[in-house]
């Protein structure tokens, strides 16, 4: 399954997790790992650079942290990041460089890379956002199943099983999310692609389109 694979939807250079992802194929297999990975990484940090914050946090001095934020370890804030009023970082998170998580927006077990902005009332869990991808207001990933069961991937008639009972959504870079969607379990979409407003995803969304609805998928115009 290329188009799921990690080369094809992230780049690793705009993240400062890249050495999780080796040896590794599909994106949701570092998600088991992010924790542990976090506290090892987390005590190389140049001190010129982060500050270690509280047990197994460590914030960027350049990133801005408002007072009101709740954020618990493990955790990686690197440069330049943002961290709004109220935000709820509840652990497992590496927020990238010049990254934005705002009022309200709850984080867990998840890789934002440089650049994401989870900006207004967004729930990020079990999942990994792209470089430069931007979720609208109100829009919230799904990582638990009704029935339980473990996640699984629909690309086409396809279904990848993933073995994870806990899995979001995997953003490739520079994706779009429009205001109020819901990124199912298990979504995953691809590179350049904007999903409509109120959206309800399911699966695989290749990169480079526009999803309208279910069933309605354009190829964006190359300009």
Same mark, same amino acid.
């Given at each position: 399954?290329?188009?799921?694979?990690?080369?094809?939807?992230?780049?690793?250079?705009?993240t400062i997790?890249?050495?999780?992802?080796?040896?590794?194929t599909?994106?949701?297999?570092?998600?088991p790992e992010?924790?542990?990975?976090?506290?090892t990484f987390?005590?190389?940090?140049?001190?010129?650079?982060?500050?270690?914050?509280?047990?197994?946090i460590?914030?960027?001095?350049?990133a801005?942290?408002?007072?009101?934020?709740?954020?618990?370890?493990?955790?990686?804030?690197?440069?330049?990041a943002?961290?709004?009023?109220?935000?709820?970082?509840? $652990?497992?998170? !590496?927020v +990238?460089?010049s990254?934005?998580? =705002?009022n309200?927006?709850?984080?867990? &077990? @998840?890789?934002?890379?440089?650049?994401?902005?989870?900006?207004?009332?967004?729930?990020v $869990?079990?999942? !990994?956002? +792209?470089y430069?991808?931007?979720? =609208?207001?109100g829009s919230?990933?799904? &990582? @638990?199943?009704?029935d339980?069961?473990?996640?699984?991937?629909?690309?086409?008639?396809?279904?990848?099983q993933?073995?994870?009972?806990?899995?979001g959504a995997?953003?490739?870079?520079?994706v779009?999310?429009?205001c109020?969607?819901?990124?199912?379990?298990?979504s995953?979409?691809g590179?350049?692609?904007?999903?409509?407003?109120?959206?309800s995803?399911?699966?695989?969304?290749?990169?480079?389109s526009?999803?309208?609805?279910?069933?309605?998928?354009?190829?964006k115009?190359?300009?």
């Amino acid at each position: 399954m290329k188009e799921i694979e990690i080369q094809a939807l992230l780049n690793l250079e705009k993240t400062i997790a890249a050495p999780l992802f080796e040896g590794k194929t599909y994106p949701y297999e570092i998600l088991p790992e992010i924790s542990d990975f976090i506290v090892t990484f987390g005590k190389f940090l140049p001190v010129d650079r982060f500050e270690k914050k509280g047990e197994n946090i460590w914030i960027a001095r350049s990133a801005k942290v408002a007072p009101t934020a709740s954020i618990t370890g493990p955790v990686i804030i690197d440069e330049e990041a943002e961290i709004r009023h109220c935000a709820f970082i509840r $652990g497992s998170a !590496i927020v +990238g460089k010049s990254a934005v998580v =705002g009022n309200s927006t709850e984080l867990k &077990n @998840v890789i934002l890379f440089d650049n994401v902005q989870v900006p207004h009332y967004n729930y990020v $869990g079990d999942s !990994i956002l +792209g470089y430069k991808s931007h979720m =609208g207001a109100g829009s919230i990933t799904s &990582n @638990v199943k009704s029935d339980k069961t473990l996640v699984e991937i629909r690309v086409g008639e396809e279904k990848i099983q993933t073995g994870l009972k806990k899995m979001g959504a995997v953003l490739g870079d520079c994706v779009e999310v429009g205001c109020g969607s819901i990124l199912n379990p298990g979504s995953v979409i691809g590179p350049d692609t904007n999903i409509y407003p109120l959206s309800s995803i399911r699966g695989y969304v290749p990169g480079g389109s526009i999803y309208k609805n279910q069933g309605e998928v354009a190829k964006k115009e190359e300009r």
